[in-house]
């Protein structure tokens, strides 16, 4: 089993920054790749961005790219979502995701491991 954690979420006004956290723990040698979904209110479950830990390629979602950076610290287990020039319409529940194949993760079919969400608000 892997377990995965995230953190860095909160309020943040438009044009600003945030930076997700993922880490990762228990059986990390299982998987390859890691990425980010968010859920708005009243929509469903979209991909934003992964990562293979293997190769390290980056994949984004249309709606998020130039803005979003996806990234991973190896030896830290962790994967990171840095996100500038937010709008409101980037606010979300953030998940976490991973999975041994990584385009398991972009096309959201048979993700092993899920987070429990952390909440991004995007608003003045």
């Known amino acids: 089993q892997v377990q995965l954690e995230e953190s860095g979420g909160g309020l943040v006004q438009p044009g600003g920054s945030l930076n997700l956290s993922c880490t990762a723990s228990?059986?990390?040698?299982?998987?390859?790749?890691m990425g980010w979904f968010r859920q708005a209110p009243g929509k469903e479950r979209e991909f934003v961005a992964v990562?293979?830990?293997?190769?390290?390629?980056?994949l984004y979602a249309d709606s998020v790219k130039g803005r979003f950076t996806i990234s991973r610290d190896n030896a830290k287990n962790g994967v990171y979502l840095q996100m500038n020039n937010l709008t409101p319409e980037d606010t979300a529940v953030y998940y976490c995701?991973?999975?041994?194949?990584?385009?398991?993760?972009?096309?959201?079919?048979?993700?092993?491991?899920w987070g429990k969400g952390i909440l991004v608000n995007v608003s003045s």
């Open positions: 990562i293979s830990w293997s190769s390290g390629v980056t």
């Open positions: 995701a991973a999975s041994r194949e990584t385009w398991r993760v972009r096309y959201d079919t048979g993700i092993e491991y």
């Open positions: 228990g059986r990390t040698l299982s998987i390859d790749g």
